[in-house]
């Protein structure tokens, strides 16, 4: 039995376990609700206070973000972790992949062995100039005294190729300390939402193939340092939206989700009553919904492909 | 519209609630994202047919799956900020029944929903791009991983 046999059957047994479903009057009841359910309201709220108490901690940690000299000076320490190609069995942490100078691109799986307290394993990128574009952290499957496995995808933004570095490192459980650091120099290469984002950075011309001046309509990338470098943020100041310009957004890792009403999607096809002034960029339509002012749809004219972009709830900046 | 949303509801429910376990490998939190997709969706259901509803409703939940995941990475780094504690698994608890699913359970997020969607939904590299937002041959490379690393499993 080949391995794609086991996983169909596998799926199939899994599925087959599920038997039913019957919260219809949940859903019925919900008819008269915005478009979210209030569980995952009050999710998004319990998201909005974890961001709240994290930026000050995250600021005041600053200082220590990068495990430097004296932690691992140029590569994996004796005692410390290592990457598999040049480290021993029992190094703390070992990151399998990527490998040492691959070239990556978003979302880069980061995958390896640890032995760390509570299996909590760190994980930073930094760009050529030592930006750190991302600070996260995965969990290996065990830990405190016994080794896991962990394995991260993770998205990033870069706007070129450029060398970069993914350190790995296990935060020390006394002191909040980076230790048994591992580096993996890297090639950080754009991804394929960015070509996609980049699609929406050009001249926006409307019906009559007039370009919109920059206050009218414009289009810009958010900056790499707050991870925003891949979402598009659509400025519109047109008479619809009489006050002032709204702010739409092409999120599609759900960066901003705290600042959006809905979330970004994407449909194979138009749906509903919605009208086009002929506002263009490339292939892709400028599309609106009469009922609803907070949301664009941007339709791409060959493929009949169509995102569906909220707009921001307030002006958003990052330092 | 109320008739549109329990037409589709009762035609589609259990399939997509499959779909959605296969995603999250836990239960409660398939059954939250099927409820939130039908919610969602209620508006736009009248507009399609039966395969065209089934078509919406799969990239519906895949959307809501992704945003699913990004709050729970959010959630996680919170947690393991303020409080780190064991998490549980419910994934770890169908392992002992299944080791090929428990390795699929332990795929990133983007190749287990890759390989769900080749190996249990069928699609192609095409459809599955487009619900994933990616280009095929990111799916290809995603799903080679994927099974490179399954093949573990059913290795003597």
């Given at each position: 039995m080949s391995v794609e046999e086991v996983v169909r059957e596998s799926l199939r047994r899994r599925a087959e376990l599920v038997q039913s479903l019957d919260r219809w009057a949940d859903v019925r009841d919900a008819e008269s609700l915005p478009p979210l359910s209030a569980p995952t309201?009050?999710?998004?709220?319990?998201?909005?206070?974890?961001?709240?108490?994290l930026i000050p901690a995250g600021l005041l940690a600053f200082a220590a973000l990068r495990p430097s000299a004296g932690e691992s000076p140029g590569g994996p320490t004796p005692g410390g972790?290592?990457?598999t190609q040049e480290s021993r069995t029992d190094a703390p942490i070992?990151?399998?992949?990527?490998?040492l100078n691959a070239n990556v691109s978003s979302p880069v799986v980061i995958e390896g062995t640890a032995d760390v307290f509570e299996g909590n394993v760190r994980i930073r990128i930094f760009d050529a100039i030592n930006n750190m574009i991302v600070d996260t952290f995965t969990t290996a499957t065990c830990g405190s005294g016994c080794r896991g496995e962990f394995s991260a995808e993770i998205e990033f933004a870069v706007a070129e190729e450029q060398q970069g570095e993914i350190v790995v490192f296990e935060e020390s459980a006394e002191t909040g300390k980076p230790r048994n650091v591992v580096r993996i120099p890297v090639i950080l290469v754009p991804g394929e939402n960015l070509e996609r984002a980049m699609e929406f950075i050009g001249t926006w011309t409307d019906g009559e193939g007039n370009a919109y001046t920059e206050a009218e309509l414009s289009a810009s990338l958010g900056p790499e340092h707050c991870s925003w470098g891949d979402i598009v943020f659509l400025s519109i100041a047109e008479p619809r939206y009489g006050s002032g310009p709204v702010t739409f957004v092409r999120d599609t890792t759900n960066e901003l989700a705290d600042h959006t009403e809905r979330a970004w999607e994407s449909l194979p096809l138009l749906l509903g009553d919605l009208t086009s002034d002929g506002t263009h960029v490339g292939d892709w339509e400028l599309w609106f919904d009469p009922s609803n002012p907070r949301t664009v749809y941007l339709r791409h004219g060959v493929t009949g492909e169509t995102e569906v972009w909220p707009a921001l709830t307030q002006q958003i900046g990052c330092d | 519209m109320a008739d549109d949303l329990r037409r589709a509801y009762e035609a589609h429910r259990l399939a997509l609630l499959r779909l959605a376990v296969l995603f999250t490998g836990a239960d409660p939190v398939a059954e939250d994202l099927v409820h939130d997709v039908f919610v969602r969706s209620r508006s736009r259901l009248g507009d399609l047919d039966h395969d065209e509803?089934?078509?919406?409703?799969?990239?519906?939940l895949v959307n809501a799956w992704r945003n699913e995941v990004r709050h729970r990475r959010v959630e996680r780094r919170h947690e393991a900020a303020v409080s780190p504690r064991e998490v549980d698994d419910p994934s770890d608890r169908i392992a002992a029944h299944d080791e090929m699913w428990a390795a699929i359970a332990r795929l990133p997020e983007r190749q287990r929903a890759a390989v769900v969607l080749r190996y249990y939904e069928d699609l192609s590299d095409r459809e599955i791009a487009r619900l994933l937002g990616c280009r095929p041959v990111t799916v290809r490379s995603q799903v080679k991983r994927a099974l490179a690393k399954l093949q573990e499993v059913v290795r003597p």
């Open positions: 309201r009050s999710r998004l709220a319990a998201v909005a206070v974890a961001i709240a108490v972790g290592g990457h070992e990151v399998t992949s990527p490998a | 509803t089934r078509a919406y409703l799969r990239r519906a």
